[in-house]
């Protein structure tokens, strides 16, 4: 998360444009006759909206201007489907702008940052292994939990990072050189915890992801003396 402080004018405003009409799609698009209709879809968004203001609430603040904070996005796409994670997401933001946690100004980069990048890589993701249809679950698990988090962290703090030197507003740090070496740092937990996610709603609540399709992962596998047997029975 970044300060307006440490951003350019033309930033807040091309931040704002960006976001802008991926929220009006989110608006469009979203489920809202399901969602008013079923009261388990309104309290997964609503306790989604909490966990996100709780998780981002909970970050490490730099006295330059910038946070630090997991992000979580990818969990939220994979359970409410990217219309309802965009508008949760938003919520949970608005939240944070509410208590002063962030900058109203800044809302629409932050968003950039926290909502369509992870929005966008974990529905290609998810898209991508929905064309292949595999029918092993740790496909599922891995490249629509862990593999696009781990991608999200980098490609978010790359993005953060070319927004200040393009502004040129904040002083870069001395150890930039070993900037590598931090980002498995920072891809790893964001991972594992988007990961962990996935596989308990997966194991306990599959019925709860949106993007899950449990006819193909949680069907039981056919045997070949199975397939012989029903043969026999109606020949029978």
Known sequence: MIAAALLSETSLWLGSALFLPLLLAALWQAPWVELFSDFRRQHLLFGTVLALFLLWLVRRDFASGLSFHFIGMTAVTLLLDWPLAVLSAFAAQLGLAVLGRQDW?????????????????????????????????????????????????????????????????????????????FMWLIMFPEAFINGTVVTALVVYYPEWLETFNRTRYLQAPWKEEDKEGGNDGEGR
């Open 105 to 181: 100004s800044a809302l629409g980069v932050n968003a950039v940052l926290l909502i369509l990048i992870p929005v966008l890589v974990t529905e290609a993701c998810a898209r991508w292994v929905e064309r292949r249809q595999p029918r092993n679950l740790f496909v599922y698990i891995f490249f629509s939990g862990f593999f696009p988090a781990a991608l999200i962290a980098l490609l978010v703090l790359l993005a953060g990072l070319g927004v200040l030197l393009v502004d040129g507003i904040y002083q870069m740090p001395p150890w930039l050189d070993d900037f590598a070496g």
